[in-house]
């Protein structure tokens, strides 16, 4: 019997390539081409190739002193899929944020000798080792610089970067990117809003930001100017717990007694068959229209105990007011079993009110918003004379709206 130990890395590779091609994570030949090429167990050489190449997940290769990941190489199909949404082409010049060398080979492979990619990290460890494996792997025509991403980099080409690729969560769009990027540039950037993670691409529209693709991904968290810790609201210890924008008001301890009192549910007849992916374009489409909007997140132990409805690992859309607050639940759909339906669940003085609201919300998504794709988030600067009308979803250098 062949084991994984016994397999060359480049098998391991084209297993991983044909994979990443079945699932549609790899759509282009360019794409393709470049996973082929790059020598992925290179840029994680701690960890076993078949590890390297059979990861789902990201593979840590830094924790700060407490023990948190602070970089890692990038999952295979977030790289695929960042790629794809990218769309980098022979001679353009890229600069990448966040840095580890294996999405600066892959990207420096697609734009080819004619093209320049620049790799930006705040942290000095994490270039020089990028620096490093990219000079072992022959990807020294990677240019590699140490400094905060959030802030314009002086060597920026003249007329912008064709495309800037950010591979660090980020709850903010500063400035920079937005005057550093080609007017013709794509801007891909792993955001934090509303207590929800979406990478998004973003080309220009006017004087604004407007996204065309959109994926679910989580990314270790930005540091530096635009670090963010978005505020944790512990309504049951620390099993329930309601994630919210620093800037959005929020009554704590109103919230925590609301909690603790009866439940009223709201079933909107809405279903959903799970296989459809509808669920993470309907909490963003909440996030554009209701505000407040956080989420709700609950561990197993709150399930079992009863002390929420079902609600998924990646957390419920929840609205609230000073003294009430609702979030959205699934149940299995009555005689329908590959289905679910979406209810709301309300605590509080005014859980009927709040309940209907976020039930009504859900019931206009599903007749006007449901067959339409990903919303389309718009990102105008704060300091813009063209400002967003509707629900604006604040940001320290941007404003957000969703549609
Ligand atoms: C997920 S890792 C990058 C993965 C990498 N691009 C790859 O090839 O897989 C995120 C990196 O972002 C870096 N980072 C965090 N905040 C930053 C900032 N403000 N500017 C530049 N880099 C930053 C971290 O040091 C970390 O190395």
Redesign the pocket.
Known sequence: MTTAADTSPEELRERMVRGLVERGAIVSSSVEAAFRAVPRHR?APEVPAEQVYGAPE?IF??RADDGRA?????APWL?ARMLEAARPTPGMRVL?????????ALLAEIVGPTGAVT?????PD?TGR?RRLLGETGYERVRIRT????LPLTEAPDGGWDRIVV??GSADLPDAWFDQLAPDGRLIVPLRFRGLARTLAFVREEGHLRSDASIVSG?????????HAPRTIELAGDDVRLVVDENQPCDEPALQQAFSTHSHETWTGVRLNGSEGLLPRLDVWLAGSLAPYGRLRASGVAAERGLVGWVLGTGAATVWNGSSLAYLALRQAPEQHDHFELGVISHGPDRHRLGDSLADAVVRWDRTARRTGDPVVRAYRRNDAEQPDGVVIEKPSARLTVT
């Open positions: 840029f990201a290769t830094k602070v970089s890692s190489v990038t790289h990448e944020i966040g840095s580890g060398g294996c999405n600066a790799s930006l990290d705040i942290d994490i990028a400094g905060d991403g959030a591979t660090t990314f270790l968290a930005m540091q530096g100017r635009s670090a």
